[in-house]
């Protein structure tokens, strides 16, 4: 049997392999694409264009990518019929081919299909999405010093709510679940009191593993280790002071990690005060130690004070000698914010942050939400990355209201290729775009989501007029 059913891959080229999680380059790897819905059919064309430009002037034809063209959303269901929106052949190039790149793919709201996007992610357990959020120099945005917000954000990307384990508020088996909760599960708990689920609820299931956390939080470790000086910081990001048993334990299997499998490496933020404190005061006893870490420690019950000295001893004992004296400095500091607060701090205090790995829905906000503070959603790329796959795609949708008007910015997209060479380890073609997306902004050619904001506003570029703005800078 054929191994597609209305695809033919291309007849040069290889696939890309992965060995232990890694991938196995090729000088001429097939890599699946998925044009997009909406304003992808003008961002991928832009997107191919620059891409294939910094290859060719890279490697002088030694290295080329065989472009595969697969289908999802909309242009799916026009060759594989009604509802085909991601049909067989697509997730089979992908397992076949390892990388892929996409546009995005629109999901309604409320009933209906559910997100095409979510559904690869989950389909290859992409369980990283990595979302850089950078500024170029010249672009325009709401900050008064947008150059300091350098973060890349690390969204778990296969549990949490976006699992879609759910019920409607009128579905027979939600119903159920209701009751079952209400006379159930919720009295046998013992403190959850007179809580109820009111009658007319939808339910929705939030499950977070030690496994899914620990093996994401890991990837951005990773990822910090490759970094230098301050940027060797990894901000758990949780709202575990509400929910204890989701986002509250991310933070504590985060901390886990860093002081178990990374402890060679990892230092905490409370451990680095208390070897801080004793660096600048050698004498500093135990006790007051444990006194400046922990605000209020004067008014804590005899029991809460003990368990703070305790704290500090146990630090002292156990890191003192391979971290103290200031080796610390240079390994990876793991602290924790609360989700609600770290929307401030990258804001007033963006210089100060470098990954922030979060839970599947507080990553999806806060990076829409730091690409605003470095020129919009136009200029947001991402990766999604598991052990066996990875997909390249933009942080943002399908911006219909601009779609088929060479008018959208393709950066996002573009951007995204440059996470997929540096992948592939093609760092010079990666290079060149970054070389000549920097230059094209420096010189003001940028569509109109960053010519609006210019101070005096520019004439746009359209978004085809940019990838060729992009490819002449090279
Ligand atoms: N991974 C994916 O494929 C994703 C898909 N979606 C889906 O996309 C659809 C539309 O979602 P929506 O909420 O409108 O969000 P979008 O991200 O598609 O667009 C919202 C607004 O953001 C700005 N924007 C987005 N992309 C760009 C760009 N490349 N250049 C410049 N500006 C841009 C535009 O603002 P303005 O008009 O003010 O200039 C646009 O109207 C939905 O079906 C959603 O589910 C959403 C997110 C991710
Ligand atoms: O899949 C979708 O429609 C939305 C997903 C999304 O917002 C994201 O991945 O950031
Ligand atoms: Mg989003």
Request: charged letters at 20%.
């Given at each position: 049997?054929?191994?597609?059913?209305?695809?033919?891959?291309p007849?040069?080229?290889t696939a890309?392999?992965f060995?232990?999680?890694q991938?196995v380059?090729p000088?001429e790897?097939i890599?699946?694409?998925?044009?997009?819905?909406?304003?992808?059919?003008?961002?991928w064309p832009a997107?191919q264009?620059v891409?294939?430009?910094a290859v060719?002037k890279a490697?002088?034809?030694v290295?080329?990518?065989?472009?595969?063209?697969?289908?999802?959303?909309?242009?799916a269901?026009?060759?594989y019929?009604?509802?085909?929106y991601l049909p067989?052949?697509t997730?089979?190039a992908?397992r076949?081919?390892?990388v892929?790149?996409?546009g995005p793919?629109t999901?309604p709201?409320?009933g209906?299909?559910r997100?095409l996007?979510?559904?690869l992610r989950?389909i290859f357990?992409?369980?990283?999405c990595?979302?850089p959020c950078r500024?170029?120099k010249?672009t325009?945005s709401?900050?008064?010093?947008?150059?300091?917000?350098?973060?890349?954000?690390?969204?778990?990307?296969t549990?949490?709510i976006y699992?879609?384990?759910?019920?409607?508020?009128?579905d027979p088996?939600?119903?159920?679940?209701r009751?079952?909760?209400?006379?159930?599960v919720i009295?046998a708990?013992g403190?959850l009191?007179k809580?109820q689920i009111?009658?007319?609820?939808?339910?929705?299931?939030?499950?977070?593993s030690?496994?899914g956390s620990?093996?994401h939080?890991?990837?951005?470790?990773?990822?910090a280790?490759?970094?230098?000086g301050d940027k060797r910081h990894?901000?758990?990001v949780h709202k575990?002071?509400i929910?204890?048993?989701?986002?509250?334990?991310?933070?504590?299997?985060?901390?886990e990690l860093a002081t178990s499998?990374?402890?060679?490496?990892c230092?905490?933020e409370?451990?680095s005060?208390?070897?801080?404190?004793?660096?600048n005061?050698p004498?500093?006893?135990?006790?007051a130690?444990?006194?400046?870490i922990?605000?209020?420690?004067?008014?804590?019950?005899?029991?809460?004070k003990?368990?703070?000295d305790?704290?500090v001893h146990?630090?002292l004992?156990a890191i003192?000698?391979?971290?103290g004296?200031?080796?610390w400095?240079?390994?990876?500091?793991v602290?924790?914010?609360?989700a609600?607060?770290i929307?401030?701090?990258?804001?007033?205090r963006?210089?100060?942050?470098?990954i922030l790995a979060?839970l599947?829905?507080?990553?999806d906000?806060?990076?829409d939400a730091?690409?605003a503070?470095?020129?919009g959603l136009g200029?947001?790329?991402g990766?999604?990355i598991?052990?066996?796959?990875?997909i390249f795609?933009?942080t943002?949708?399908?911006?219909?209201?601009?779609a088929g008007?060479?008018?959208?910015?393709p950066g996002?997209?573009?951007l995204s290729?440059?996470m997929?060479?540096?992948f592939?380890g093609?760092?010079?073609?990666?290079?060149l775009i970054?070389?000549?997306?920097s230059a094209?902004i420096?010189?003001?050619?940028v569509t109109?989501?960053l010519?609006?904001l210019m101070?005096?506003p520019?004439?746009p570029?359209s978004?085809?007029?940019?990838?060729?703005a992009?490819?002449?800078?090279?």
């Amino acid at each position: 049997m054929a191994q597609f059913e209305k695809l033919s891959p291309p007849s040069q080229g290889t696939a890309i392999r992965f060995v232990n999680g890694q991938p196995v380059i090729p000088n001429e790897p097939i890599i699946p694409f998925i044009r997009g819905d909406g304003t992808g059919v003008d961002i991928w064309p832009a997107t191919q264009r620059v891409l294939d430009a910094a290859v060719t002037k890279a490697y002088q034809g030694v290295r080329r990518i065989e472009w595969f063209k697969v289908y999802a959303g909309d242009e799916a269901c026009d060759l594989y019929g009604t509802y085909q929106y991601l049909p067989e052949d697509t997730l089979e190039a992908i397992r076949t081919y390892g990388v892929a790149i996409k546009g995005p793919l629109t999901t309604p709201i409320g009933g209906g299909i559910r997100s095409l996007n979510v559904a690869l992610r989950q389909i290859f357990d992409l369980y990283s999405c990595v979302r850089p959020c950078r500024y170029y120099k010249g672009t325009p945005s709401p900050h008064k010093r947008p150059q300091d917000l350098d973060v890349i954000v690390y969204r778990e990307n296969t549990e949490d709510i976006y699992m879609g384990v759910e019920w409607e508020a009128d579905d027979p088996v939600g119903k159920t679940l209701r009751e079952h909760l209400n006379t159930v599960v919720i009295p046998a708990n013992g403190k959850l009191g007179k809580r109820q689920i009111p009658e007319g609820s939808g339910i929705g299931i939030k499950p977070v593993s030690k496994h899914g956390s620990q093996r994401h939080i890991r990837k951005a470790i990773q990822h910090a280790l490759r970094l230098k000086g301050d940027k060797r910081h990894v901000t758990l990001v949780h709202k575990g002071n509400i929910m204890k048993f989701t986002e509250g334990a991310f933070r504590d299997w985060g901390y886990e990690l860093a002081t178990s499998e990374f402890r060679d490496v990892c230092i905490t933020e409370r451990e680095s005060w208390i070897l801080g404190n004793l660096e600048n005061d050698p004498q500093l006893s135990i006790q007051a130690n444990a006194r400046m870490i922990e605000p209020g420690y004067d008014s804590l019950t005899p029991e809460r004070k003990a368990s703070i000295d305790a704290e500090v001893h146990g630090v002292l004992d156990a890191i003192g000698t391979s971290h103290g004296n200031g080796q610390w400095k240079a390994m990876v500091l793991v602290d924790d914010r609360i989700a609600d607060s770290i929307f401030q701090q990258i804001q007033t205090r963006p210089q100060e942050y470098s990954i922030l790995a979060t839970l599947n829905l507080n990553g999806d906000y806060i990076s829409d939400a730091a690409a605003a503070m470095v020129g919009g959603l136009g200029m947001a790329p991402g990766a999604n990355i598991g052990e066996n796959a990875a997909i390249f795609e933009a942080t943002h949708g399908t911006a219909p209201k601009h779609a088929g008007l060479d008018r959208i910015n393709p950066g996002s997209v573009i951007l995204s290729g440059v996470m997929m060479l540096e992948f592939l380890g093609w760092q010079e073609a990666a290079d060149l775009i970054t070389k000549g997306l920097s230059a094209a902004i420096a010189n003001q050619q940028v569509t109109y989501d960053l010519a609006r904001l210019m101070d005096p506003p520019v004439d746009p570029v359209s978004c085809s007029g940019f990838s060729e703005a992009v490819i002449s800078h090279f």
